[in-house]
Structure formats: structure tokens, C-alpha cells
């Protein structure tokens, strides 16, 4: 019998194919609502477990390659009303409020079904959401060193190679979704999640994600999601990508 890792289909770049990636879950998971719409929850003050996380720099810090509205309206907004709904999700669930954002995330088969599409949608999206901001900065890109440098090398030939590889995954995102650099048993790898699906939630563990939701980027570029990831590449801190391989290395 198969487990559930087993049985999902992870999409490895580079062979130039996409697969979609599949998450846990039965058909008629797969047909549920994507995550929660742009500003359809109020960010309420915390009434749960899990709490919206500062961003740690100014809203126009990441200018002009990410503009100041949009970071204000994606953490305080989009980011807040993840929380709040996993706030709800867990509300009752004492098991499930006890868990920390990682273990929830990585145990998705023990939530029950009444709750697993808001807390596989929310957990998601303010997991996602608190490993992305700190791997922004202004001044960003320069390339990595060391061990973290020779795996990128021994993997995608040259760091440009990474650059490209994950530009190309997120051109690739059909909708809403993310694409990440991960440890996959092991070894670096690029892959792609939709809507607010995690690698955690695979058994991977993502170093970097980039976030090619429309509210990411559209008030800026509009439809030029192209423009969007080359701007992008310039405010990535690859010293906090670099930790967390680490991390991962010694995990
Ligand atoms: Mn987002």
C-alpha cells in the first residue's frame, strides 16, 4: 500500500516538463476552493494559537523593486487573514491549536476533515507567508559561498543556472501558487506548489519561496509576472537561504 508521500507527484524542473504538483488528498480535496480570496477576512485581533509574525523591515524597503503597497497590503492584509482564518480553523481543536505552524504543516493527515482545507489553505498560507519576508532585503541577490555555493553548483551547474531554473518555475505556476527551492531527501530542488500548498507538507524542506500570487505583484506589474520575478531575484537574501540549508544539513 502506498504511503501518502508516495503517492504524490513532485515535479522536478529541468527536464523542461511541468507535472502538477499534488498534495494529500482525494479527488475531491483537489476540487476544493483554492485559499482564501484576496481580503475576504477581516484581520482580527488574535484570538488563537498563531499570531501574524513583524516583517522586520519597512513596507518600502524592498523599493523599487517591490512597492511599498503592495508589501503593506500583502503582510498586513493577506498574511493577517491566514492567521486569523487558521485561528478559526483550530478553534475547539486542542490538539491542533497546540501544534506549532511546522508540525501542522507537516502533519496534514492527522487534521480532521471538517477543518483540513482551512488549515492546509491558512496553515499554508501564513507558513509560507513567515518563510518568505525574511528572506527579502533591499540590496539583495548576491550570490551564495561556501558549501551552500558548491551544492548550487554540483546541482545546477552555476548559481545563474538556480536564477533561471526558479524563474521558470514561477512562470510556470498555472493560477496562484509558489515556487521554492527545497531540500528533498537530500539534495537541492526546485519545484512548485498551488495555491497556498507547502513543500513541508510533502516532506521537503523549503529554503526559498517565491511567491507568484497575483497579490504579490499586481498592483506594480499587473499581468507582467516575467517583470515581477526578474525584480524579484534582486531583493532575495541568499545569507538566510544559506542558513537554512544549513539548518537543513545538520537536520
Ligand atoms: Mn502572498
Request: charged share 15%.
Amino acid at each position: 500500500m502506498m504511503t501518502r508521500r508516495e503517492s504524490l507527484k513532485t515535479l522536478v524542473l529541468g527536464a523542461g516538463a511541468l507535472a502538477a504538483l499534488q498534495l494529500p488528498g482525494s479527488g475531491a480535496l483537489a476540487q476544493t476552493p483554492p485559499a482564501t480570496p484576496p481580503g475576504s477576512a477581516p484581520a482580527a485581533a488574535p484570538t488563537g494559537p498563531f499570531t501574524l509574525p513583524p516583517l522586520g523591515y519597512g513596507f518600502d524597503a524592498l523599493e523599487p523593486h517591490i512597492d511599498a503597497t503592495t508589501m503593506e497590503l500583502h503582510h498586513d492584509k493577506h498574511h493577517a487573514a491566514y492567521v486569523a482564518n487558521l485561528n478559526k480553523a483550530v478553534a475547539g481543536k486542542a490538539d491542533l491549536a497546540a501544534m506549532s505552524i511546522d508540525d501542522l504543516m507537516k502533519n496534514l493527515s492527522k487534521v480532521p476533515q471538517d477543518v483540513l482545507t482551512a488549515v492546509r489553505n491558512n496553515g499554508g498560507g501564513h507558513y509560507n507567508h513567515s518563510l518568505l519576508w525574511p528572506t527579502l532585503k533591499k540590496d539583495g541577490g548576491k550570490a551564495p559561498t561556501g558549501d551552500f555555493a558548491a551544492a548550487i553548483d554540483k546541482k545546477f551547474n552555476n548559481f545563474k543556472s538556480l536564477q533561471d531554473l526558479l524563474t521558470q518555475a514561477g512562470m510556470l505556476v498555472f493560477g496562484s501558487g509558489w515556487a521554492w527551492l527545497v531540500m528533498a531527501d537530500g539534495n537541492l530542488k526546485v519545484e512548485v506548489t498551488s495555491n497556498q500548498d507547502t513543500p513541508l507538507s510533502l516532506g521537503h524542506t523549503p529554503l526559498l519561496g517565491i511567491d507568484v500570487w497575483e497579490h504579490a505583484y499586481y498592483l506594480k506589474y499587473q499581468n507582467r509576472r516575467a517583470d515581477y520575478l526578474a525584480a524579484f531575484h534582486n531583493v532575495i537574501d541568499w545569507n538566510v537561504v544559506q542558513q537554512r540549508f544549513t539548518a537543513a544539513q545538520k537536520g
